[in-house]
């Protein structure tokens, strides 16, 4: 029996598929009242809990050989952080207590590039670099960082963990919009204003959920393997989404200096006047901006893993948003 926390986000129900298609028998936790749409139809055992409740969690793992620990909050707006802290940092500690106490064999923990200490632009960096939340800036970093040094302490308790770290994520079946799915939804819609320079790496969120499944097959006790696809600037985003939707990209090229000073007095009023979360903020340029130079030779060399081209990523993203009626 496997265990899936966070099943109906854009990794999870992806995870979910993967899983039932090599013939698993998968046991969803799911929040009580939460849209189940993006599972919905398929042949998984759904359970009630919150990872911030250990009692519903000790319940979900019973008679579980691996938990796949997904859920958690991800969030590039500033002040979030005593709910970012519950459930990424708390809620992922009540995971390894009720892996304890129900005998679970293996904890596959979803953890975030993000949660490196990155060398200084210009240096590739890999698993060598550390878990250090004294060294990040960002609210959403310090948790997944704190997090991840959780399972490995547990590792040193006799937990039998290993931690996934995967860069930015895009592709199909993303029900909720993940921050690029919002991006090509703008784009496609003809609202989204303008552009700033930056870079970043993305993955297939379907080659995250195969790398997850092959770190639990042939991952080493307590390591960590970054999972990543392909580096790209946000000008080659824009001529690819241009290319692929034969719409023409924003000619507003934001300085970064001007798109900072924007960020920082808009963020606040996003979801108080437009309703919405935004996709510039003070957080996202940072990470455009930051070192995003990274590796993922370990996971080549040790689990077999590997990312297909981004382009092909990006133009199924399109296709599957398409015929959702995101656009619409």
Same mark, same amino acid.
């Given at each position: 029996?496997?265990?899936?926390? $966070?099943?109906?986000?854009?990794?999870?129900?992806?995870?979910?598929?993967?899983?039932?298609?090599? $013939?698993?028998?998968?046991?969803?936790? !799911?929040?009580?009242?939460?849209?189940?749409?993006?599972?919905?139809?398929?042949?998984?055992?759904?359970?009630?809990?919150?990872?911030?409740? *250990?009692?519903?969690?000790?319940?979900?793992?019973?008679?579980?050989?691996?938990?796949?620990?997904?859920?958690?909050?991800?969030?590039?707006?500033?002040?979030?952080?005593?709910?970012?802290?519950?459930?990424? !940092?708390?809620?992922?500690?009540?995971?390894?207590?009720?892996?304890?106490?129900?005998?679970?064999?293996?904890?596959?923990?979803?953890?975030?590039?993000?949660?490196?200490?990155?060398?200084?632009?210009?240096?590739?960096?890999?698993?060598?670099?550390?878990?250090?939340?004294?060294?990040?800036?960002?609210?959403?970093?310090?948790?997944?960082?704190?997090?991840?040094?959780?399972?490995?302490?547990? !590792?040193?308790?006799?937990?039998?963990?290993?931690?996934? %770290?995967?860069?930015?994520?895009?592709?199909?079946?993303?029900?909720?919009?993940?921050?690029?799915?919002? *991006?090509?939804?703008?784009?496609?819609?003809?609202?989204?204003?303008?552009?700033?320079?930056?870079?970043?790496?993305?993955?297939?969120?379907?080659?995250?959920?195969?790398?997850?499944?092959?770190? %639990?097959?042939?991952?080493?006790?307590?390591?960590?393997?970054?999972?990543?696809?392909?580096?790209?600037?946000?000008?080659?985003?824009?001529?690819?989404?241009?290319?692929?939707?034969?719409?023409?990209?924003?000619?507003?090229?934001?300085?970064?200096?001007?798109?900072?000073?924007?960020?920082?007095?808009?963020?606040?009023?996003?979801?108080?006047?437009?309703?919405?979360?935004? *996709?510039?903020?003070? %957080?996202?340029?940072?990470?455009?901006?930051?070192?995003?130079?990274?590796?993922?030779?370990?996971?080549?060399?040790?689990?077999?893993?590997?990312?297909?081209? *981004?382009?092909?990523?990006?133009?199924?993203?399109?296709?599957?948003?398409?015929?959702?009626? !995101?656009?619409?």
């Amino acid at each position: 029996m496997i265990v899936v926390t $966070g099943p109906t986000g854009h990794i999870g129900n992806v995870l979910v598929r993967e899983l039932l298609k090599r $013939g698993e028998r998968v046991r969803a936790l !799911v929040l009580a009242n939460e849209d189940l749409t993006p599972i919905r139809g398929l042949d998984v055992e759904t359970v009630e809990g919150d990872i911030v409740d *250990l009692d519903s969690l000790i319940r979900a793992f019973e008679g579980a050989d691996v938990v796949y620990h997904l859920a958690g909050v991800i969030s590039i707006v500033p002040g979030e952080w005593d709910r970012l802290y519950e459930v990424n !940092v708390v809620g992922t500690r009540n995971v390894i207590s009720a892996c304890f106490a129900c005998g679970v064999k293996r904890l596959v923990y979803a953890s975030s590039i993000h949660a490196f200490a990155e060398p200084p632009p210009g240096i590739v960096f890999d698993e060598t670099s550390p878990f250090d939340p004294d060294r990040l800036s960002m609210e959403y970093d310090r948790s997944k960082a704190m997090a991840t040094l959780e399972v490995l302490g547990a !590792v040193q308790k006799g937990l039998d963990a290993v931690v996934v %770290c995967p860069t930015g994520v895009i592709g199909p079946y993303d029900y909720r919009l993940s921050e690029m799915g919002r *991006l090509i939804r703008d784009f496609s819609r003809k609202t989204l204003i303008g552009y700033i320079d930056g870079a970043y790496d993305f993955v297939d969120v379907r080659d995250v959920a195969k790398g997850l499944i092959l770190a %639990c097959e042939h991952g080493r006790r307590g390591e960590s393997y970054i999972l990543s696809g392909e580096r790209i600037s946000v000008p080659q985003i824009m001529s690819l989404l241009e290319e692929l939707t034969g719409l023409p990209r924003p000619r507003l090229k934001l300085p970064v200096w001007l798109a900072q000073i924007a960020a920082a007095i808009l963020t606040p009023l996003y979801p108080m006047v437009m309703r919405k979360k935004p *996709l510039l903020t003070t %957080c996202s340029i940072q990470t455009l901006k930051r070192n995003s130079e990274t590796t993922s030779q370990k996971a080549v060399r040790e689990l077999g893993y590997s990312a297909r081209p *981004l382009r092909q990523s990006i133009a199924d993203s399109i296709s599957w948003l398409k015929n959702h009626d !995101v656009f619409g």
